[in-house]
């Protein structure tokens, strides 16, 4: 049942263009903005000491907007939903930028999504050219992003927080070991299930086999979002106690973000890890360990049942278990998403209007009420205004903070692991012409109105462009190590990876007489890891030039693009800087002002 609206404060008419208004041709979302800033500014703030009985501030939706936005969908092309300009004066800028790098980013997709059905279909696996291919086409994204948006790597002064500079870096070497120690017990909680899904359920032969095989999953559905979002709030308290501020907006969003999205790239990537590293490459030897250290602990008749299924190992290792968890994140998941961001929340408030004796379209079941004779009785139309922000009110804030960790993780997947499964591009760009939509039918539908912010200096994706890039060197360095180790390699015996190799060699032997393993007999071990550590060394001096040069090529490129608009933009500054000095004028029009005050006073 949506909460109880006890008092509706309303401005239904925004400011209208006349002489005093700095811009001569405000947008709805340049109105929505001054409307906010002079109430705010009036010390009406939700969750304030002053104004404690003051929920939320909200500007509702434009239904005539929303109802062109989605009838356009059909009518323009799969990578369109509507001009970037449009969407920024009805959104602001910053939801704008949001659709402008997704569209950007899906573009993209369309080389890895080609590159990776040829490889699929025409390659051998983990082929050194899509890698290789892969690594250059992360890169020229993510520079070309950059070159676009050169603002990104500078902080304006209106964003620096005041504690001194020095003050700041203390605090922030003081809370990393509480950072070090949650990423400690995330990899600790992670590895654990990890371990108990891949290796204890396959010797667990006793009652409720089927039930402990699916007690991993549970584990990690009830465990893991518990600890994120603990950890969410600690990473909150953290940024501002260090840049000893609550403004959560420019250098205080950055600084939180870094510290949310490294835990879950942690979630993410961490198991796709355990599987490229561990799992293919030593499952047989880590099981015989589990047996070696495990058999102690039960009776002799049931050893004896355990030590036979430890026999037969290799059979029960899935060598293509890599594979199948990409297949999981980039596709399972990515459908999953879409349907809890869309249609579980119309199908929630079906059922709740349900529940609450609604009909289906929303509108209440009429009801006899007692009108004294001194009220004015509702008009129709107050009514379903009355009805419509009751209902908005209900909806939850439009987090943009999870469309961009949705779109880096799903970067991170294609940049990191999709040599394993090379149709992970593919995937990914039928998601995302799918995610112009539903975003774009999220925030017009299932959540409120964002409310456009402040901006003096063009928007930036802020801190995810630094993901991008840590997220490029990563998949340089991981994508040559899975290379070495599974691409199949010819010899003089025959093709096989270095992993089979060193299977044959290590792993192929009985296991009459269980004993702990020497360390002495893993040097073909010690061999795979420490070359695997090189080429990976290797191929992170590699990435730094391979981004140098891809970084001048790009430059130039966007250089040469946008030189004709230089002198423009050049000469719109100053017609900016005579704007500025127009805002006093218009901050210092205080009309409306007491009619607000009075209002609020009466109530």
């Known amino acids: 049942m949506p909460p109880r609206v006890d008092l509706v404060i309303v401005i239904r008419t925004l400011p209208k263009r006349r002489k005093s208004f700095p811009l001569h041709n405000p947008s709805s979302a340049d109105r929505i903005h001054f409307v906010h800033s002079l109430v705010t500014s009036l010390g009406i703030r939700p969750k304030c000491i002053e104004w404690d009985m003051v929920d939320s501030i909200l500007c509702l939706h434009d239904t005539d907007f929303n109802d062109k936005w989605i009838h356009a969908w059909t009518s323009r092309s799969a990578f369109s939903t509507f001009s970037d300009k449009v969407i920024n004066n009805q959104f602001g800028p910053t939801i704008a930028l949001y659709f402008t790098f997704l569209k950007t980013y899906t573009n993209f997709l369309v080389v890895p999504a080609v590159l990776g059905l040829s490889s699929y279909f025409l ?26 948006q050169p603002a990104t790597q500078s902080i304006s002064s209106e964003q620096k927080s005041e504690t001194d500079w020095w003050r700041k870096d203390l605090r922030r070497l003081t809370s990393l070991p509480m950072i070090l120690l949650s990423a400690s017990l995330l990899v600790t909680l992670l590895t654990s299930i990890f371990v108990f899904e891949a290796f204890v359920t396959k010797l667990y032969t006793g009652p409720g086999q089927k039930i402990v095989g699916f007690s991993p999953t549970l584990i990690f559905v009830v465990l893991v979002p518990k600890f994120m979002a603990v950890y969410q ?24 973000t870094k510290k949310v999205f490294s835990m879950s790239a942690l979630v993410a990537y961490l198991g ?12 047989e030897g880590v099981m015989n360990v589990v047996e070696a250290y495990f058999l102690p602990f039960l009776s002799d008749s049931h050893a004896g049942e355990v030590h036979a299924v430890a026999t037969s190992t290799a059979a029960k290792l899935n060598p293509k278990r890599l594979e199948e968890q990409m297949f999981a994140y980039t596709v399972t998941n990515q459908i999953s998403n879409t349907f809890i961001e869309v249609g579980l929340p119309f199908v929630l408030r079906k059922v709740e209007a349900w529940r609450s004796g609604k009909k289906h379209d929303g509108t209440a079941s009429p009801k006899k009420r007692v009108v004294f004779a001194d009220e004015r009785p509702i008009e129709e139309s107050e009514r379903v205004f009355l009805e419509q922000v009751r209902k908005e009110v209900a909806l939850p804030e439009y987090d943009l903070f999870s469309d961009y960790s949705e779109m880096v993780t799903q970067f991170g997947y294609i940049a990191l692991w999709s040599a394993a499964w090379p149709l992970a591009g593919a995937m990914a760009l039928i998601n995302n012409i799918v995610e112009l939509r539903s975003d774009a039918y999220k925030i017009v539908s299932h959540t409120r109105r964002p409310l456009p912010s402040s901006q003096s200096s063009p928007p930036t994706i802020g801190a995810w462009l630094d993901a991008l890039v840590a997220l490029t060197w990563l998949g340089a360095v991981i994508n040559a190590a899975l290379v070495y180790m599974f691409h199949p390699w010819t010899d003089a015996r025959k093709c096989a990876s270095t992993v089979d190799k060193m299977h044959e060699e290590l792993f192929n032997t009985t296991l009459s007489g269980v004993k702990p393993v020497e360390m002495d007999d893993y040097a073909e071990v010690k061999e795979l890891m420490k070359t695997a550590l090189l080429i990976a060394l290797a191929a992170s001096h590699g990435y730094l030039l391979v981004r140098a040069l891809v970084r001048h090529v790009v430059g130039r490129i966007v250089a040469t693009s946008v030189r004709p ?4 933009s050049v000469s719109s500054s100053g017609a900016g800087e005579k704007e500025d000095v127009q805002w006093s004028a218009f901050w210092g029009y205080d009309e409306g002002v007491d009619e607000i005050r009075r209002v609020v006073k009466e109530a």
């Open 272 to 283: 796709l890890a355990l599987s490229a590293f561990v799992y293919v490459p030593f499952g």
């Open 565 to 568: 608009s230089v002198s423009a």
């Open 123 to 148: 390659g051998m696996p983990y082929s050194p050219l899509y890698s290789a291919a892969l690594v250059l086409w992360s890169v020229t994204f993510v520079e070309w992003w950059r070159a676009q």
């Open 233 to 256: 709030a600690l990473a909150k308290r953290l940024t501002q106690w260090e840049l000893n501020t609550d403004n959560e907006g420019g250098e205080f969003e950055k600084a939180r």
